[in-house]
């Protein structure tokens, strides 16, 4: 016999919820709660059944797949199975799928009177600012679910089934000596910091394409051009990354001006960064704001050609001389100044020996791109406390391809005074050097690899913070692979790290004493 399973008639169309909301009896109470629901368990189910309780309509908005960004091979259930299953609830009123980028976009378009989260209010609202800034310019009220769950409801299926068993026995090893909470305390810690991110904004242009072959005349690959996403990148995804974990955040940076006004790209950045964030933005005329414009294989995931948008700064100038200025008044007043330092022009001699001079604890990288290979290599920063690099970048350096990567590490910390440097290798992991506890290696902890674009750029904004707060250099390993594991799953620059995701992994991983 067949059994048939009907599409419940619970589940809507995003835009079709979005209309039928809007015409709610008044008085009527709409409680609305997100998320991927990927293993629906009891803890789910506990937490949308009191979600119920607090109104008289309950909507549940999924994440679509490929917005999913877990370490496995996710989405073991695809999105029109995780909502048949939440539509089986008798107290979900409503199932979707939402279309938009994050929770935050869906209670605008939705307008909820509630939007429930689970977990205590102290430590779930800290992690959602973007959902709580939400439901509050739509005149609603974030409310919290807090029903009584135990370790087998948080922990369904298990966390180490799909690591190498290398990679377990490393776990195994490091939980040895570090607890789940001893780790979660540094990255929790970091709330206090005050931190300054200084370095290029880049505006990530992805162009999603589907290859059609080539040319009938000449020999170029034609493309059929489906649809496109920006992102704030550079220093912009920097700033936004420590924003998930400090609660004081400034970025400096510098934006491209046309006709004395500044682009329309301002409007964007500002839109995209966390309200965390005091930015200070400095303008150069008659150049654009950076644009890296990427064109994509839709599926599978893969670029096929960039194009970059820019201008490079002048050595000197007016412009030079006001972000001296202003590099003189503000680095002093915070505990931490991170540099991204992507080699487009912007940071040039003076900026940097304002950095160096002035920076209570300096974090840098330097990257290497298409636009300055060879032309800017960590050494043009006499100091720094913590140097976060790939292998390639540091190689560069000493300008040799087969040495071990040990010997150059010690030399670069040596000529630096450098406490602790990472080097991040791709799938080989990180091998991390301090002078004071000597040499760290930490296997990769990825499952998956969707994008790498600013997978370095995350490990330097959190490792940096732990850094700063003396954490052991093998703990700043073990950090530094978490935070890329869940970078690479994610598209672009289109979300930011979150510190719950991060603390359900670690918790799950490691042995808590």
């Given at each position: 016999m067949t059994?048939?399973?009907?599409?419940?008639?619970?589940?809507?169309?995003?835009?079709?919820?979005?209309?039928r909301?809007?015409q709610?009896?008044?008085?009527?109470i709409?409680?609305?709660?997100?998320?991927?629901?990927?293993v629906?368990?009891?803890?789910?189910i506990?937490?949308l059944?009191e979600?119920r309780?607090?109104?008289d309509?309950?909507?549940?908005s999924?994440?679509?797949?490929?917005?999913?960004?877990?370490?496995?091979?996710?989405?073991?259930?695809?999105?029109?199975?995780?909502?048949?299953?939440l539509?089986a609830?008798?107290f979900?009123d409503?199932?979707t799928?939402?279309?938009?980028?994050?929770?935050a976009?869906a209670?605008?378009?939705?307008?909820?009177?509630?939007?429930?989260l689970?977990g205590p209010?102290?430590?779930v609202t800290?992690?959602?600012?973007?959902?709580?800034?939400?439901?509050l310019?739509v005149?609603g009220k974030?409310t919290?679910?807090n029903?009584?769950?135990?370790?087998?409801?948080?922990?369904?299926?298990?966390?180490?089934s799909?690591?190498?068993?290398?990679?377990?026995n490393?776990?195994?090893?490091f939980s040895?000596?570090y607890?789940?909470?001893?780790?979660?305390?540094?990255?929790q810690?970091a709330?206090?910091?005050?931190?300054?991110?200084?370095?290029?904004?880049?505006?990530?242009?992805?162009h999603?394409?589907?290859?059609?072959g080539?040319s009938?005349k000449?020999?170029?690959?034609?493309?059929?051009?489906?649809?496109?996403?920006?992102?704030?990148?550079?220093?912009?995804?920097v700033?936004?990354?420590?924003?998930?974990?400090?609660?004081?955040?400034g970025?400096?940076?510098?934006?491209?001006?046309?006709n004395?006004?500044?682009?329309?790209?301002?409007?964007f950045?500002?839109?995209?960064?966390?309200?965390k964030?005091l930015?200070t933005?400095?303008?150069?005329?008659?150049a654009?704001?950076?644009?890296?414009?990427?064109f994509?294989e839709?599926?599978?995931?893969?670029?096929?050609?960039e194009?970059?948008?820019l201008?490079?700064?002048?050595?000197?100038?007016?412009?030079?001389?006001?972000?001296?200025?202003?590099?003189e008044?503000?680095?002093?007043?915070?505990d931490?100044?991170?540099?991204?330092?992507?080699?487009?022009?912007?940071l040039?001699?003076r900026?940097?020996e304002?950095?160096?001079?002035?920076a209570?604890?300096?974090?840098?990288?330097?990257?290497?791109n298409?636009?300055?290979?060879?032309?800017n290599?960590?050494?043009?920063?006499?100091r720094?406390?913590?140097?976060?690099i790939s292998?390639?970048?540091?190689?560069?350096?000493?300008?040799n391809?087969?040495?071990?990567?040990?010997?150059?590490?010690?030399e670069?910390?040596r000529?630096m005074?450098?406490?602790?440097?990472?080097?991040?290798?791709g799938?080989a992991g990180?091998?991390?050097?301090s002078?004071k506890?000597?040499?760290?290696?930490c296997p990769?902890?990825?499952?998956?690899?969707?994008?790498r674009v600013?997978a370095?750029?995350?490990?330097?904004?959190?490792?940096?913070?732990?850094?700063?707060?003396g954490?052991p250099?093998?703990?700043?390993?073990?950090?530094?692979n978490?935070?890329?594991?869940?970078?690479?799953?994610?598209v672009?620059?289109?979300?930011s790290?979150?510190?719950?995701?991060?603390?359900?992994?670690?918790?799950?991983?490691?042995r808590?004493?």
């Amino acid at each position: 016999m067949t059994v048939t399973h009907p599409t419940s008639p619970k589940i809507l169309p995003f835009e079709e919820l979005a209309k039928r909301l809007a015409q709610r009896p008044q008085g009527q109470i709409v409680v609305h709660c997100h998320g991927d629901f990927e293993v629906l368990h009891a803890g789910n189910i506990r937490h949308l059944e009191e979600a119920r309780s607090l109104g008289d309509v309950l909507v549940v908005s999924l994440t679509p797949d490929q917005q999913i960004h877990f370490l496995s091979e996710r989405p073991v259930f695809k999105e029109d199975l995780r909502a048949e299953a939440l539509a089986a609830l008798s107290f979900v009123d409503f199932v979707t799928v939402n279309p938009l980028q994050g929770p935050a976009e869906a209670i605008r378009a939705l307008k909820p009177d509630r939007y429930a989260l689970y977990g205590p209010a102290e430590k779930v609202t800290r992690n959602h600012t973007a959902e709580e800034a939400a439901i509050l310019e739509v005149g609603g009220k974030l409310t919290f679910t807090n029903p009584p769950l135990s370790e087998e409801i948080h922990t369904p299926v298990n966390p180490l089934s799909q690591y190498s068993p290398e990679v377990i026995n490393y776990l195994q090893d490091f939980s040895s000596r570090y607890s789940a909470s001893s780790i979660l305390g540094w990255l929790q810690n970091a709330r206090h910091l005050k931190v300054l991110v200084v370095g290029e904004a880049i505006l990530d242009e992805y162009h999603y394409c589907e290859t059609m072959g080539k040319s009938g005349k000449e020999p170029n690959l034609a493309a059929r051009y489906l649809y496109s996403e920006t992102f704030a990148g550079g220093i912009l995804a920097v700033a936004n990354n420590v924003s998930s974990f400090c609660d004081h955040v400034g970025v400096l940076t510098v934006l491209g001006r046309q006709n004395g006004s500044p682009d329309n790209s301002e409007l964007f950045i500002r839109q995209h960064l966390s309200p965390k964030i005091l930015p200070t933005f400095l303008y150069q005329d008659d150049a654009p704001t950076i644009v890296k414009r990427r064109f994509l294989e839709c599926y599978p995931l893969q670029k096929l050609f960039e194009v970059y948008l820019l201008k490079h700064m002048e050595e000197e100038g007016p412009l030079v001389d006001e972000l001296c200025q202003k590099l003189e008044e503000i680095v002093a007043g915070y505990d931490v100044v991170i540099v991204a330092d992507y080699g487009h022009g912007m940071l040039g001699p003076r900026a940097v020996e304002i950095l160096c001079r002035k920076a209570r604890f300096l974090a840098v990288n330097t990257q290497t791109n298409a636009d300055n290979q060879g032309f800017n290599t960590i050494s043009k920063y006499p100091r720094a406390d913590f140097i976060c690099i790939s292998e390639k970048e540091i190689r560069l350096e000493v300008r040799n391809r087969r040495k071990e990567p040990g010997p150059i590490m010690e030399e670069v910390a040596r000529r630096m005074g450098c406490e602790t440097l990472l080097v991040t290798r791709g799938q080989a992991g990180n091998l991390l050097f301090s002078p004071k506890d000597g040499f760290f290696t930490c296997p990769t902890l990825s499952y998956r690899v969707l994008d790498r674009v600013g997978a370095g750029d995350a490990v330097l904004s959190v490792t940096s913070l732990c850094v700063a707060q003396g954490a052991p250099t093998e703990a700043i390993g073990f950090i530094g692979n978490l935070v890329g594991a869940h970078a690479v799953t994610i598209v672009g620059n289109r979300s930011s790290l979150q510190l719950d995701s991060l603390e359900e992994h670690v918790l799950s991983i490691l042995r808590d004493r």
